[in-house]
Every structure is written in structure tokens, then in C-alpha cells.
């Protein structure tokens, strides 16, 4: 069983010539928390603001109680708070902790895929919608859910993905706008195809414009979409092992750039069209952080296998930057610390420090 709860606290292809609706309104820090890792997926919520050390139930505002699991982040957009959660009909069953067993949760009854939105200041249900229901097409892995994908939303439009189970577009009152399917997105160790572990990228919005990555066992591919009618604007092929990071933004060097994390191919692609602007291969081969931006340079980071390495890139990137054996940078790669980097984690990126936890 899941809960969502407040705490108090003081403190390729080309765009349409139509360009998709602008948001209602620019997110406000320390208010909106609008997407993975809130605003521009930068984890910050406001400078100067003070923030939380502990978290108990007594410190609860209030405690609503959600059905099912869901390893998505909640989001927020002004008193609106929302959540996804997939709720099985036989074994909603969760196994956190350090353990190695990779095989999957055996579990082909019906499931409802749910997008809540409550009430940021009370808990009260504002509106619920069941998206899909029917038998997975993908295995969860024990400390995986059916809903890891945390929503996005501009203010206009939320969106949620939910791998397999498609992609969902409403608006803030719970209208359904439209929904489109991927087919089967298998996300599991490459090594090992049979141990499926749940599609978790989290879908972004950028001025109208929804992106989806979606590095799959097969077909994998990079793509965007018109968020007011779901028209595919472009999709680019992606020649990748299964990852579970988050595409980010990148405004930055006169361009502005889609930017994702891989192990063959981590790489950045022109907003607007979807073109490769330049790639890197090597890594962890399991990659899950996203990548973060500033300071000029993009932030990536992996650790599984034999790499673990964090790359500062710089924005203005072009062509193949993979490093040499033995390089720890190049024209286009200012600084590399080869066994450094995160197997889970984002870092955080605040001020002039890059805080990496391993």
C-alpha cells in the first residue's frame, strides 16, 4: 500500500509551422514541482528556502492512502498534487533492500494503471483516472513497480507513461486528451533478457512538446510529441541496452538540445528536429541517472560493470566525443573522473559543486 502525504513546513521529422500551445504559466520554485526532480530536473527547490531533515508520521499534515505500487516521485502544480500507482489483483507485494536476485515478480493477473491527483493542502481526491487495465506485457523486478515513470506536467497539459501500457495525456481537471500505445517496452539486464525489470524513463515537457525516451531490449528509440494532439513530430532509432534515465533540456551555446544518458550511445539531439548533435559510448551498462546541465557543460554519470565514470561535456558538443583509452578529456569533454560515478543516483548539481552520491 502506498501513501501520499504534505508536510508542514516554513519555509527524423521537423516541428510542425503551428508550434504547440505555450504552458499556462512558468513553474514557481518552492510551489510547482512539476516533474522527475521538479523544475528544469534540477532537484533544487528553492535557494534560502528551508527544507525538511526528518520525516515522521506526526509531522504529517495529512495521510491519504494510495492502492497498489508505485516507485514514481509525486509532482505538483500550484494545489494539485499527483501520483501514479499500479494496482494488481494478486500480489501488490514490494522487496526493498540489498539483495541479488534478478528474477522478476511472476504476477499475470489483471492490473489497473491509475493517474490520483489530490488536493496538496488536504489529501482529498480531486480526480482519479484507471488508464489501462489488463494483464502486464512486462515483468516488474522485486524493488520495481508497474508505474515508475513520475508525470509531467506544464500547467496545461500532464502526461504519463507507463512503458508497455502506453502513453497518457490529460488535462488538469482529469479530461483524457489522447493516449498512444509503444507495443511491448522491455526493460531488463541485457545480459540476461528473461529477468524483466519495468520501463521507469520518465516522460518531459518542453514548450508544448512531450519527449519520450525509450531504451527497450528491442526497437529502442528516442521521440517527441505535439503535447495538445499527439502528433509525432520525430523519432529517432537508438542502438542501446535497456536504461531507465530521464531525458533532460539543455538551452545552452545558441542551442537548445534533448539531452540522454546510455551506455552505447549517450548523446544529445537538436529540440527541434531530433538530429544527432554528438554521442559518447562507454559507462556504466546499467545507466539510470539523468543527465544535469550548467556552468556550460552537461553532467553524465553511471556505474555498473567495469565503468563508473562522470563527464563534465560541453554544451557545445558536435560529432563523436568518446573518449580514448587512457583520456580523461578532449575538445569536447572538459573533465572525466573514470570511478567516480553513480549507479543510481542523479547527482545534484548547486553552485560550483557537483555532488555525486555512489
Not at 34 to 47: L, T
Not at 53 to 68: C, L, Q, V
Not at 311 to 340: C, Q, Y
Request: aromatic fraction near 10%; charged fraction near 20%.
Amino acid at each position: 500500500m502506498l501513501f501520499a502525504a504534505a508536510i508542514v513546513t516554513t519555509g527524423v521529422g521537423v516541428l510542425s509551422a503551428q508550434r504547440p500551445a505555450a504552458p499556462a504559466r512558468a513553474p514557481r520554485p518552492g510551489i510547482d514541482w512539476p516533474a522527475f526532480r521538479g523544475i528544469d530536473a534540477s532537484g533544487v527547490v528553492m535557494e534560502g528556502r528551508p527544507a525538511p531533515t526528518t520525516f515522521t508520521p506526526a509531522s504529517a499534515a495529512w495521510r491519504t492512502k494510495i492502492p497498489g505500487l508505485g516507485n514514481s516521485s509525486p509532482i505538483v502544480w500550484g494545489d494539485l498534487l499527483c501520483v501514479t500507482t499500479a494496482v494488481s489483483a494478486k500480489d501488490n507485494s514490494f522487496k526493498p533492500g540489498l539483495y541479488g536476485d534478478i528474477e522478476p515478480v511472476n504476477d499475470s493477473s489483471p492490473h489497473e494503471w491509475k493517474v490520483i491527483c489530490l488536493d496538496k493542502r488536504t489529501g482529498a481526491t480531486r480526480w482519479e483516472q484507471t488508464v489501462h487495465k489488463g494483464v502486464p506485457a512486462v515483468k516488474r523486478h522485486p524493488k520495481s513497480t508497474q508505474a515508475n515513470a513520475t508525470l509531467a506536467t506544464d500547467g496545461t497539459y500532464l502526461v504519463a507513461l507507463f512503458g508497455s501500457e502506453g502513453l497518457h495525456v490529460f488535462d488538469l481537471a482529469g479530461k483524457r486528451l489522447w493516449n498512444k500505445s509503444f507495443g511491448v517496452l522491455d526493460s531488463g539486464f541485457f545480459t540476461a533478457p528473461e529477468a524483466q525489470w519495468g520501463f521507469a524513463s520518465s516522460p518531459i515537457i518542453h514548450n508544448g512538446v512531450v519527449i519520450v525516451q525509450a531504451d527497450v531490449q528491442k526497437n529502442s528509440f528516442l521521440a517527441a510529441f505535439d503535447a495538445a494532439t499527439g502528433k509525432e513530430l520525430w523519432r529517432v532509432a537508438r542502438n542501446d541496452v535497456p536504461t531507465w534515465g530521464t531525458p533532460a533540456i539543455v538551452d545552452a551555446a545558441g542551442r537548445k538540445q534533448v539531452v540522454v544518458n546510455g551506455w552505447k550511445h549517450t548523446g544529445g539531439y537538436d529540440f527541434e528536429t531530433g538530429r544527432e548533435l554528438w554521442r559518447l559510448t562507454g559507462g556504466g551498462d546499467i545507466p539510470t541517472p539523468t543527465p544535469i546541465a550548467g556552468h556550460g557543460l552537461i553532467f553524465i554519470t553511471s556505474a555498473h560493470g567495469d565503468e563508473s565514470p562522470v563527464h563534465g561535456i560541453r554544451a557545445t558538443a558536435t560529432g563523436d566525443i568518446s573518449l580514448k583509452r587512457g583520456e580523461t578529456s578532449n575538445a569536447h569533454v572538459a573533465w572525466s573522473v573514470p570511478r567516480a560515478g553513480a549507479y543510481m543516483a542523479t547527482p545534484l548539481l548547486y553552485g560550483d559543486y557537483l555532488y555525486v552520491m555512489r
